[in-house]
């Protein structure tokens, strides 16, 4: 196997593992972001900082490998994103720089000869007057229009998807494009603002369980903040799971829209206590305010089975367990470095600031 592969993003989440799992297929990876991998060294050959909203960026992180051989596959997956905190209230920013991402890395590639181009939508494309149950009625890719998306993000979304079509249909380009559903794991955003459900989840976990109380103000019963009711409802895929659906439709022939995520739908509540369980703590839901975007959403996989043969599988119970871990151990070591867990008795040493 020696094609030359271009994963954008590679600093991010799914990118970072995707690198990973391309360099275990025997792949020559370049990877490209405005940052390196935050937990760990990239698995990249080669790895270039570098804002793909400019032109010349994009040309730039399109040149030929070091043989002088031109990159073969691009995975496309730099955007400005995050859970519903961020999208919720970064409309201009998100289409702004995810237009411009996306509309200058499709043209490099062409530029540059690239045969497969991977494009990573999402679930959000779907019209919010589809989603407004909490016992929603699982999606299908031909739901996406007439097209009625929640925010700026998912408009966004559609229209790269369409300019994949139309490269695919004017140029020839091989074009994949996937609409994932929400995506979590180990090494993913768990703190500051970016994150999503489940890794919210396990933070405020951890935190009630290592300090007692809730975030940012410890002490008395194990408590967990939820947005909204707890009663909206979503489907969690893990990201090996979400790295294996993408290479098998990089490497099918199918050039249409298609989901990737699990069909098992839970509430945000049940999400907490399944968290909960794998921390081994007892924890007092508490209701707040905050951006809950859509009501209910799961993904149809009727069409992902036939296409691929195959869906993910990792039983949410195991995905939370494993990242739990990987989350409290980030959480510990912050928590240490400042001097502030609970001493050898339980008992607090110290009081985290607020
Ligand atoms: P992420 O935020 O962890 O990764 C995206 C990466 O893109 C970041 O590292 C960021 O620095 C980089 N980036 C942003 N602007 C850039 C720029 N101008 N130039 C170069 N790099 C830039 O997100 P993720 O969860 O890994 O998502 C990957 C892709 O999948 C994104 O396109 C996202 O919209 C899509 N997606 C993710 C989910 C999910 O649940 N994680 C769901 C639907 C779609
Ligand atoms: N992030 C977050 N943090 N969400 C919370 C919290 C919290 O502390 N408490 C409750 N929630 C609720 C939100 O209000 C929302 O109703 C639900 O959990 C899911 O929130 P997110 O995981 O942040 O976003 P999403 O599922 O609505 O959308 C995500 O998935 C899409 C793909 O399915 C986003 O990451 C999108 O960018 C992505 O495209």
Redesign the pocket.
Known sequence: MNERVLVTGAGGFIGHHLVTYLKNRGYWVRGVDLKHPEYEPTAADEFDILDLRRWDACLESLRPAPDGRKIDHVYALAAD?????F?SANHSLILHNNVLINTHTIEAARKAGVERYFYTS???VYPEHLQTEANVTPLRESDAYPAAPQDA?GWEKLFTELLCHYYAGDYGMETRTVR???VYGELGTWEGGR????A??MR?VAYAKLLGGKEGAPGGPPTV????D?E?T?SFMHVDDCCEGVYRLMMSDYREPLNLGRDRMVT?NELCDIAAEAAGVDVVHEHID?????RG?NSDNTQLREILGWEPGIPLEEGVARTYEWIEGQLRAKLEAVGKLPSGDGALVDILPA
Do not use: D, L, T
Not at 81 to 85: D, E, K, P
Not at 225 to 228: L, R, S, V, Y
């Open positions: 994103m995050g859970g519903m905190g999208i999402s679930a959000c993000y994932f559903h929400n994150e999503k459900a489940p919210a989840m405020k903040e939820i947005w909204g707890g909206q979503r945000i905050g951006p809950q975007g859509v959403r």
